[in-house]
């Protein structure tokens, strides 16, 4: 019980310490954009639209259906230029879809060939059937997820999901997203200066609804642990 009071008083001390608000702080990004990037996932239903500005801020909107959801404001310099990748190819499903197809086309020539036609042709049916249901299962389950996280927090402020027919546009975007990072980072900046102004960071991602409760307070905990 003491340890864990003397960290909530490490926190403390360091927030009262802290500097004014970073020069270019300006949640509502009104700077000139630079870029506009567009992902569409239409097996979701689901549309991202990102705004590059001036300054180092990043706009992420996501519209699912026909509902647009709300811009979130990042700022790029406190983000970790490094993304982390992850893919899923629904394999068996593909498989799956293959098969029914092939069991439809026999069917075909069975039915081409007057056999059995009471029992083919329902056969024939339910196999192409299958095998289109399949492959939307397929479409819709095989995706690449990129999420880039803060530099020391590790809490993830941007979610890019791709699945067939946006892999292409997230390709494009994501090495944009890379450059636009590392230019909007101070890497002559005092560590101790930048993992409080981290921690503040997460403080207002929190306040927009970007970090829940748990995940700002892990990742101070994870700052706080790098100070010297």
């Given at each position: 019980m003491e340890k864990k009071g003397?960290?909530?008083s490490t926190a403390e001390h360091i927030l009262l310490e802290g500097d004014e608000l970073d020069p270019g702080f300006d949640a509502s990004g009104s700077g000139n954009p630079q870029q506009h990037f567009h992902?569409?996932?239409?097996?979701?239903a689901l549309q991202t639209e990102m705004i590059l500005f001036e300054g180092g801020w990043l706009s992420v909107r996501q519209h699912k259906r026909s509902t647009p959801g709300e811009a979130q404001m990042i700022n790029l310099r406190y983000v970790d230029p490094r993304p982390q990748v992850s893919r899923y190819f629904a394999r068996r499903t593909l498989g799956l879809s293959a098969a029914a197809c092939v069991a439809g086309l026999i069917c075909s020539v069975l039915i081409w060939n007057s056999?059995?036609?009471l029992v083919t042709i329902p056969a024939a049916i339910v196999s192409f059937t299958g095998a289109v249901i399949a492959f939307a299962a397929c479409a819709y389950r095989t995706r690449k997820d990129v999420v880039f996280v803060t530099r020391h927090g590790r809490a993830p402020?941007?979610?890019?999901?791709?699945t067939l027919g946006s892999f292409r546009a997230l390709r494009k975007i994501v090495p944009r997203l890379?450059?636009?990072?590392?230019?909007a980072q101070d890497v002559d900046a005092d560590?101790?200066?930048?993992?409080r102004s981290e921690m503040?960071?997460?403080y207002r991602l929190r306040e927009c609804g970007i970090l829940s409760q748990e995940t700002?307070?892990?990742s101070t905990q994870k700052i706080l642990c790098q100070f010297k």
């Amino acid at each position: 019980m003491e340890k864990k009071g003397n960290s909530t008083s490490t926190a403390e001390h360091i927030l009262l310490e802290g500097d004014e608000l970073d020069p270019g702080f300006d949640a509502s990004g009104s700077g000139n954009p630079q870029q506009h990037f567009h992902i569409v996932n239409r097996s979701h239903a689901l549309q991202t639209e990102m705004i590059l500005f001036e300054g180092g801020w990043l706009s992420v909107r996501q519209h699912k259906r026909s509902t647009p959801g709300e811009a979130q404001m990042i700022n790029l310099r406190y983000v970790d230029p490094r993304p982390q990748v992850s893919r899923y190819f629904a394999r068996r499903t593909l498989g799956l879809s293959a098969a029914a197809c092939v069991a439809g086309l026999i069917c075909s020539v069975l039915i081409w060939n007057s056999i059995a036609i009471l029992v083919t042709i329902p056969a024939a049916i339910v196999s192409f059937t299958g095998a289109v249901i399949a492959f939307a299962a397929c479409a819709y389950r095989t995706r690449k997820d990129v999420v880039f996280v803060t530099r020391h927090g590790r809490a993830p402020v941007v979610e890019l999901m791709a699945t067939l027919g946006s892999f292409r546009a997230l390709r494009k975007i994501v090495p944009r997203l890379i450059d636009e990072i590392k230019h909007a980072q101070d890497v002559d900046a005092d560590v101790q200066k930048m993992l409080r102004s981290e921690m503040r960071e997460h403080y207002r991602l929190r306040e927009c609804g970007i970090l829940s409760q748990e995940t700002c307070t892990e990742s101070t905990q994870k700052i706080l642990c790098q100070f010297k």
